[in-house]
Structures are given as C-alpha cells and as structure tokens.
C-alpha cells in the first residue's frame, strides 16, 4: 500500500509511518523541512511543502492509495484570537490543498483519512457520543464541523473519505500521557478539577491499527470515533497514572488554576466526552487495549 501522510513528523505520525513501514508500506512524508529528517529507510520518502499552501507536492498525492491527513496544530495552549485562526488555518486550509491535489478522475481507488476530534459533539456531560450524535455549538465543535467538511469534498471526486474523530491518544516518549505523568513523578499528580468529567481515550497502537483497519475496509466512510471502548472519568484515569508508576493520584489542580493557566482552553478540558467507537465495534474491530490501566501500565511501566 502506497501511503501519503501529512503531519507525518509529529506524534501520531511519526508512530503510524513506523507501524506502516515496519508491514513494508510504501509512506511518503509531506514536511517543510525534509532535508533534515535524514533517513535511510527505503519504504519511506519524504517531499518538501507547506501543506497549507497550493505547490509542486501536490503532483505525487494522486501515486498513493492513501492519504492520512494528520496535519493542525495542538489545541493544548492556552488561545487568544491569534491562536484560534491560527487552529482553524491549519485544518481547514491544509485539508482543502489535500483535496484539491486529488483528480477528478484518479486511475486508483483513492481512500482520504482525514482527522477530526470528539470536540465534535460539545459537552454532554454523561450522554454517550456515538458517531450519529448530533454536533455542539461551540468553538471547537464549529472546527470539527468545517474541517469534516472540508474533508468531504473529496467525495465529489469518487473517493472514500473516512473521518477518524480522535480522543486523547496516550502513547510513549511525547502526546498527552508524557505531560499527564509529569507530576505523579514528582509526587504532586492527580485529578483534574473534581476528576468527573469523562475523557475519550485511546492507546496510539490501536490507533494504528484502526487505521490501518479502515483503509483495508472499503465498505466503511464517514465519521469513526477513534476511542477506546471504555471511556473514563478523570480521576479514574489520574489513578491509573499513578497505580503505573507507584505514585500517589490524590493531588487534584484545582479549577481555577487550570482556569487561570490555559484560559478558555482551560473550561475545555475541565468538560469532556463519553464518546464510544460504535462503528469500529459494528465493524468488527478488535481493540488491544480496551481497558485504561492495562494501556497507561503498558505505556508507562519501567
């Protein structure tokens, strides 16, 4: 399979190239600076271009079978104005230049996975969030909506588009899990806020195998929640941390300092999603990892 990532360079995909590599996938890397990557291995290329902006990388997206859009920048600052279009710029425009690389008439089968978030659906408190679930209103749910769209014109030109809405994807040496451990290290971990609210999770090899699982599944398209069958709250995440490394999980950050620290970015995270993954479970799809302690304990035991 012939593979074609953007926002391959960062966490999620540098592990998806490597899963991909390793099953002898052909991956071609879009990054600006691909001089500097150096690498020998010959299943994995890279192209030079800014994703957010029309040029001549554009002329090898139609040689793959698969295009993984990975690209936008974090949602884990605190944002201003400036931050938010800078949020909306690197999703909407670097999809829309993906879609237009594609040909009206592609001589393969073309399957587009373009991300999105469980930020989807807005806050519903204990409501289950499955992928038929109606959208929210605010911020960050008016991006995802855009961003699928965007994503979906692709459709207009016969080719399968699958959005994957992730949760908080927990992996080794970087991602969310890196920063969530950093105090239980130092003996100050715990539960964000009162540690209610639910957090849609999921470990970064079943991500790669969902993936991977969808593009192989021809008959699938549409939106894909991307999250462990078993979401948690918060606190019950925080003691799983802690239960990993042998460290105490009963030091909440109380509200109104994540309040203070992130700003709005901050009310977010104190809300969250009980999002399930009721189309990879319809379809079939066998998660490794179901459960949040044997993943944290998988990722961060010594």
């Not at 593979?3 to 600006?32: P, S």
């Not at 010959?42 to 192209?47: I, R, S």
């Not at 999703?91 to 879609?99: A, H, M, W, Y």
């Not at 970064?204 to 192989?216: G, P, T, V």
Request: aromatic share 10%; glycine share 10%.
């Amino acid at each position: 399979m012939r593979v074609f990532i953007t926002g391959g360079t960062g966490f999620v995909g540098t592990n998806l190239a490597k899963f991909l590599i390793d099953r002898g996938d052909q991956v071609t890397i879009m990054a600006r600076n691909f001089k500097s990557q150096g690498t020998d291995q010959k299943n994995l290329d890279f192209v030079a271009g800014d994703g957010m902006k029309p040029g001549k990388w554009q002329e090898v997206v139609p040689q793959h079978d698969l295009l993984v859009n990975l690209a936008g920048v974090s949602v884990f600052k605190r944002w201003d104005d400036s931050y938010k279009k800078h949020l909306r710029d690197s999703r909407i425009l670097t999809t829309r230049t993906r879609v237009d690389a594609i040909p009206l008439e592609p001589r393969s089968p073309i399957t587009l996975l373009s991300t999105s978030g469980t930020g989807y659906y807005g806050f519903t408190g204990d409501e289950e969030l499955a992928e038929e679930t109606p959208p929210g209103n605010d911020f960050l749910a008016n991006l995802a909506q855009d961003w699928e769209a965007e994503a979906r014109k692709a459709e207009t030109k016969g080719v399968r588009v699958v959005i994957a809405r992730f949760g908080i994807v927990l992996g080794k040496d970087g991602g969310a899990l890196t920063q969530m451990a950093l105090p239980f290290r130092f003996f100050v971990g715990g539960p964000v806020g009162n540690g209610k609210q639910w957090v849609p999770w999921i470990h970064i090899e079943d991500l790669c195998r969902a993936m991977l699982f969808l593009a192989q599944k021809q008959d699938i398209q549409g939106p894909v929640n991307f999250t462990a069958p078993e979401p948690v709250k918060n606190k019950d995440l925080a003691k799983a941390i802690g239960k990993a490394i042998h460290r105490p999980s009963f030091m909440p950050a109380p509200s109104f300092m994540i309040k203070l620290v992130l700003g709005e970015f901050g009310s977010v995270i104190l809300k969250g999603q009980r999002a399930v993954p009721r189309v990879l479970q319809r379809c079939g799809f066998s998660f490794r990892y179901p459960g949040i302690q044997e993943a944290v304990s998988s990722l961060l035991a010594a």
